[in-house]
């Protein structure tokens, strides 16, 4: 490696971390205000932990986030499949379209247009519009990561268990699913965070009683910076990077029959 | 089986993604309302084909005419445009050297750097954007440190002016741009450019006539990935940017939430997706056109 | 021969490309018949047919009676051992060799698994995953899955392509060992003459989605139909001609050398252009010496280069109008450059094909 290239990598590194630093290290600060180091302390976490508000949204994002990570899963399984094995069906460009059109639509579109759907359909916001709708965003992401691993699969395994008298439901549970699991569960995870993360959608199509943790953070950090959100940032960059790091692990586990990731 | 494997998916995807934006196309065309629904017109499926004539003559152009009559809109989309295209060549500039020394970093590290690359943009994306306040904020750590240095003797403005958007925009997208980036170039044969070396050529006039038309097709991806989102981003200009930092994602906001608008917050929704299928269709068919050229 | 597998006017286009172009086939029980073609000659489009991954565009596939055609893969009585073996890398050596045996009782099919490792001597491999094993142990267990349901038809597709040299030729042994126990019909799909030779009761040579020829390796080499089965299974030289007359089973063509007397049962008629293959090793070279030539046909020319190749000769001949043809040699036969040369065959080491 270059000096030119360490230093590249280095720069780009700190341009991305440094923020998250800064967080991280001013939520132990003792002092109420920002900037002003006041020696080292945890007592925004205890803080944290009696802001029942806060506690509640959190509790809203984990419970919206693991079932609107689930409905996306297994959608979004079932679209790699077809976009994957199906050969060609009736309406598959428009098809390809839809699964690929919520990742790349800003926010405010799906937002906005989901909510005038579930308000065209007399939809009470809440939950369940929520999940409906975060399940919709992780749709495409979990078709790709798993159409991914599809496509890297050797295609004459499935073809053997067939020729060895296994039925396509057969080839499926016992040799298709056990090879693209990792997958799933990496898939599952990154629907899950996008979930969890989402503030401008779930803006759109919660109504009261669901508000979701960013939601609450939103409304919080427009008053300003707060040491209080600093602790819980942390808390929250802390699980994320628990949950990316065993989602690249399983996603990137070595496996026969498996080429590329 | 095969057969019915897209059936649930496909289901889904029309109730939640085609639908809803056919009804929003429909509401952007409603006479303008700031009262909850039904907009008019109605369309009386009973009439047959005489309900679809009296639903699209009575079809309201209003909503875009104040989109257009109005210059607050057309600074708006023109300042979106303008905003995504600077950050995305920004982020060529700077994504470019970082993919690059991601790629020839020592294998045994890569997949350690690449995870790095990956976990802030897994991470809270309102979290990374609120970090920035405390930085660039006039008592924040950036002029702090620029006045102990004695670089400058009093707090400069960077929140709430476009420069804080720019850098805001330019760190939250920089893994987008670096990693597809990154694809291409690790698949890269080192040996071409060492081939290049042997051949006489700097490292620099390798990596330029080498490396990076060869990285043509992951700077493409990566500033595809990069522009779109960011013509509709709403975070970015409503944390950093100031009160006169219009961005087309944040004016839609604005027009729902605070003028309860929703006709008009609908026609600003069909005018953004227009602005961003524009680039997609111009890409691709200059990329195609390459393909061709090349054969 | 009673037909086993029959396979009727099969076609399989994709797109505007037809891979298999309307191929007729009958094979008997216990045959080992190799398909050999270049890449993209349609034989592993051929295999997959069979085996129903592909359905055919048209034509009929018969396996001992019944009628395979429409039948999905899983309820074909044939088996495929994959080129890339296609181990599940999830499952064990056994499990994998069990795969097809969930019909059988536990006890039965752990029996059959026991016995199919004792068959491709990989007794002690059972627990092991596939990726752990060498490039011949996992073509071993491939095969001992391929036959592990007994398949009537067992297809394989290069089944020694990912092998070395070494190996390939000692397995080739043992494949035919396997075969020649089981009594199973074997169908192998190979770009190797050699192989084909070595393993094949008959070959079947492809060509652009056409069976071209089939029969045994001797009729395949000795007497070719046209100059790519010709060229496929050897060097051979090819001197163009006109046919003359025929005298039963030998046709003289009128050729730049002079005239030539050779075998061509399916000979063009008399006017028409025709091409005499003529093998290497089949050519007598002499210095010129009119005795050598009696009841041969003998043409002249001068040995332009002769190369030593340890336990032959080879030579290359300019001859009168200028081509040139290659001769092989026993060693010792020693022939300078230069030297003007006679060389001979007997009308039957020669074929007259269509031009």
């Known amino acids: 490696m270059s000096p030119l290239n360490r230093l590249s990598l280095g720069l780009g590194l700190a341009f991305l971390y440094a923020p998250i630093a800064v967080l991280v290290v001013f939520s132990f600060n003792a002092s109420s205000l920002v900037t002003v180091w006041g020696g080292f302390s945890t007592r925004w976490y205890g803080v944290l932990l009696n802001d029942g508000p806060l506690i509640a949204a959190a509790l809203v994002s984990l419970k919206v986030a693991s079932l609107a990570a689930l409905v996306a899963t297994i959608l979004g399984t079932l679209a790699a499949l077809a976009l994957n094995r199906s050969g060609r069906f009736g309406g598959r460009g428009a098809f390809t379209g839809l699964v690929y059109a919520p990742m790349v639509m800003p926010e405010v579109i799906t937002g906005l247009s989901l909510l005038l759907l579930f308000v065209g359909l007399g939809l009470d916001r809440g939950l369940a519009t929520l999940i409906i709708a975060h399940a919709t965003l992780g749709l495409g992401f979990v078709a790709v990561v798993v159409g991914a691993r599809l496509k890297g699969l050797d295609r004459s395994l499935e073809e053997a268990a067939a020729d060895l008298g296994a039925g396509p439901l057969r080839v499926f549970a016992t040799v298709t699913l056990p090879l693209i699991a990792p997958s799933l569960a990496a898939a599952f995870l990154l629907a899950f965070t996008l979930s969890l993360d989402d503030l401008v959608i779930a803006s759109f199509v919660s109504g009261p009683g669901a508000t979701t943790l960013p939601m609450r953070l939103y409304s919080q950090v427009r008053l300003g910076v707060n040491p209080e959100i600093n602790a819980a940032s942390t808390l929250l960059v802390g699980g994320v990077t628990l949950v990316v790091l065993t989602a690249s692990f399983l996603a990137g586990r070595p496996s026969a029959g498996v080429q590329g990731t | ?295 | 021969m009673a037909p086993f597998l029959t396979l009727q006017r099969l076609t399989k286009t994709f797109g505007t490309h037809d891979a298999v172009a309307d191929l007729s086939l009958d094979m008997p029980a216990g045959e080992i018949l190799c398909l050999l073609g270049p890449s993209g000659c349609g034989k592993s489009t051929l295999l997959r047919l069979i085996a129903g991954f592909d359905a055919p565009t048209g034509g009929t596939i018969h396996l001992d009676g019944t009628d395979l055609t429409g039948l999905a893969p899983h309820r074909r009585p044939v088996n495929m051992m994959f080129q890339s073996y296609a181990l599940f890398p999830h499952l064990s050596v056994a499990r994998n060799i069990a795969y097809g045996l969930n019909g059988l009782g536990r006890a039965a099919a752990s029996a059959r698994v026991d016995e199919l490792l004792r068959l491709v001597r990989l007794e002690d491999f059972g627990n092991r995953r596939p990726e752990t094993l060498s490039g011949g142990q996992r073509q071993r267990v491939a095969l001992a899955r391929a036959l592990a349901r007994e398949p009537k038809v067992l297809l394989l597709d290069e089944p020694l392509g990912a092998l070395d040299r070494g190996l390939r030729e000692e397995t080739q042994g043992e494949l035919r060992a396997i075969q020649r126990r089981l009594g199973t019909a074997f169908i192998i799909v190979t770009h190797d003459p050699s192989e084909a030779m070595a393993l094949a009761d008959r070959i079947g040579v492809m060509d652009k989605g056409r069976l071209v020829q089939i029969g045994r390796s001797e009729t395949l080499y000795e007497r070719p139909v046209n100059r790519f089965v010709a060229g496929l299974l050897g060097d051979v030289n090819l001197i163009p001609g006109t046919v003359r007359d025929s005298d039963g089973a030998l046709v003289r063509v009128e050729t730049a050398l002079g005239p030539v007397l050779a075998l061509g049962e399916g000979a063009p008629a008399a006017g028409a252009p025709a091409l005499i293959a003529l093998r290497p090793e089949r050519v007598g070279a002499s210095p010129v010496d009119p005795k050598a030539a009696e009841g041969r046909n003998a043409l002249d020319g001068q040995v332009e280069a002769s190369t030593y190749l340890g336990d032959r000769i080879r030579l290359q001949i300019r001859m009168v109008d200028g081509s040139t043809i290659r001769a092989t040699l026993p060693a010792g036969a020693g022939l300078a450059s230069g030297a003007p040369v006679r060389l001979s065959f007997a009308p039957d080491a020669a074929t007259v094909m269509a031009a």
């Open chain 2, 1 to 295: 089986m095969k057969r019915f494997l897209p059936v649930a998916p496909y289901l889904w995807l029309a109730a939640f993604v085609l639908l809803p934006c056919l009804i929003t196309l429909k509401i952007s065309l409603s006479s303008p309302a700031t009262a909850q629904p039904p907009y008019l017109p109605v369309l009386d499926w009973s009439a047959g084909i005489d309900g679809w004539g009296a639903f699209l003559e009575a079809l309201d152009f209003a909503n875009f005419e104040t989109l257009a009559g109005d210059s607050l809109y057309r600074d708006a989309a023109l300042s979106s445009l303008l905003y995504a295209a600077t950050a995305t060549a920004i982020l060529v500039i700077l994504g470019t050297p970082v993919a690059h020394a991601l790629a020839r970093s020592p294998a045994r590290l890569q997949p350690l750097f690449v995870a790095l690359v990956i976990v802030p943009f897994w991470t809270s994306f309102l979290i990374r954007i609120y970090a920035w306040i405390a930085i660039l904020k006039p008592e924040g750590l950036l002029n702090a440190g620029l006045i102990w240095t004695g670089l400058i003797a009093r707090p400069l403005d960077i929140l709430n002016t476009p420069a804080a958007v720019m850098i805001g925009l330019t760190y939250a997208y920089l893994p987008f741009m670096v990693l597809p980036l990154y694809a291409v170039l690790s698949r890269l044969d080192p040996t071409l450019t060492e081939a290049a070396a042997d051949l006489g050529a700097s490292p620099a006039r390798a990596f330029w006539t080498v490396t990076l038309p060869l990285a043509r097709p992951g700077i493409v991806a990566g500033a595809l990935l990069c522009f779109i989102p960011m013509v509709g981003e709403f975070i970015i200009p409503d944390l950093l940017g100031g009160s006169d930092t219009l961005m087309l994602g944040r004016v839609l906001w604005s027009e729902f939430f605070s003028n309860r608008d929703w006709p008009l917050a609908s026609a600003v929704a069909v005018l953004l997706l227009v602005l961003i299928v524009g680039p997609i269709v111009l890409f691709r068919d200059a990329e195609r056109q390459r393909g061709e050229v090349g054969r």
